[in-house]
């Protein structure tokens, strides 16, 4: 799968906070090499509190650090998510190493809302819809299936990133409501095809260091393999570094040069 190009703004939701200092729930690598990162996150934070939809009565989940799932009908849950700077190049692959979990009891979770909008003459109103996915509550499997899965795959600047979402609790109708305290997981990187097309990028960038150090859960690891697109060609004449132009432009905004 081809990278792709991360927007700062993208980067922050992606990574659900999971470098904030402040918060419990703490997510740390154990181990950051070419070969392979081995993370873990434990969940010793979280609160479970009584909530009433439509007259049925569910409980609601929440964990500092964590967003939530939001498949309408099926249970929200708090879902933990972080970005791990990887080589380009490689291909990743992640392995679940270890699971300590315990049964909270057998309420149902609250369904995640189908979301949407209505108009209130000038204003937007969002409004949320509870309903539960009937299949799933009277039978369902455990609800998410896993304990741990790959994102995106994601270039933030000169640094591949690749996403990995936790899920530290699950719901179903036979086991009930369990809280995984302790996962451990393992990013396999293998070396992949080969990356003519970048270069090694400069290793020290102060303004980005602390983007870096915020976003990305290995940063200091990963400053090694970083990378920045290979300078290309000028076609017809060599390009000389003094070359400078100036473009007046009419009005104040965003404008798109295309050469």
């Known amino acids: 799968m081809v990278p792709k190009t991360l927007t700062l703004a993208a980067t922050l939701a992606a990574v659900s906070l999971s470098a904030h200092p402040a918060l419990s729930n703490d997510v740390r690598v154990l181990e950051s090499t070419d070969r392979g990162i081995v ?135 036979r086991d009930g409501l369990v809280v995984n305290r302790r996962i451990v997981v393992r990013l396999a990187l293998t070396p992949g095809a080969r990356t003519d097309d970048v270069v090694p990028a400069p290793v020290g960038e102060r303004e980005w260091d602390g983007i870096y150090a915020g976003t990305v859960l290995n940063h200091r690891e990963a400053r090694e393999w970083r990378m920045r697109p290979a300078p290309r060609a000028v076609r017809g004449r060599a390009a000389r570094r003094s070359e400078a132009y100036r473009f007046d432009v009419g009005e104040t905004g965003i404008h798109r040069l295309d050469f």
Do not use: K, M, N
């Not at 009937?134 to 000169?158: E, I, N, T």
């Open 39 to 173: 993370v873990e996150i434990v969940t010793d934070s979280f609160t479970v509190e009584p909530v009433v939809h439509g007259g049925a009565e569910f409980v609601r989940v929440a964990a500092p650090g964590c967003d939530w799932t939001t498949e309408p009908g099926l249970p929200r849950l708090p879902v933990r998510g972080v970005l791990l700077g990887v080589p380009f190049g490689s291909d990743a692959r992640l392995e679940v190493v270890t699971v300590e979990s315990e049964r909270l009891g057998e309420t149902a979770v609250e369904p995640a809302p189908r979301e949407s909008f209505a108009r209130d003459g000038e204003f937007v109103i969002p409004l949320q819809e509870f309903e539960t996915d009937d299949a799933f509550y009277r039978a369902g499997d455990s609800h998410p299936a896993g304990v741990a899965a790959l994102g995106f795959d994601a270039v933030l600047r000169h640094q591949r990133t690749v996403q990995v979402l936790f899920h530290p609790f699950h719901y179903g109708p």
